[in-house]
């Protein structure tokens, strides 16, 4: 079974427990590597809408941190990085959250 990661709009962490559907209800999304820990945000179609749409460099700091975070391998680290890259070369209008977690879940499935 393959588990799919979300990142969270309003922190950019990794996220994997939710409580209702992460998209259509408000949630509280609790952080992979923190345990216990969590951004305290309810996952409201607000915070989905007022997500930043940054940069390229800005995406490959918080891309890093994940990175660190999941303990990805160099290889899971440049496809990422690369991903990253030409996600927001093609859809430049996507919001950081998305393109972090499409990015992120392309390089952990492989394809």
């Given at each position: 079974m393959i588990i799919l990661i979300k990142i969270c709009p309003y922190c950019l962490k990794p996220v994997e427990h939710f409580e209702k559907d992460y998209h259509r209800s408000e949630v509280?999304?609790?952080?992979?590597?923190?345990?216990?820990?969590?951004?305290s945000v309810l996952q409201t179609?607000?915070?989905?809408?007022?997500?930043?749409?940054?940069?390229?460099?800005?995406?490959k700091m918080n891309a890093g941190k994940i990175s660190k975070d999941l303990n990805l391998s160099e290889i899971q680290k440049k496809d990422f990085f690369?991903?990253?890259?030409k996600l927001k070369r093609d859809r430049n209008h996507l919001k950081d959250y998305i393109i972090l977690q499409s990015a992120l879940n392309t390089v952990l499935v492989g394809g």
């Open positions: 509280k999304a609790v952080n992979v590597h923190t345990s216990n820990k969590n951004c179609g607000f915070v989905k809408d007022q997500a930043k749409c940054s940069n390229i460099q800005s995406l690369n991903s990253i890259i």
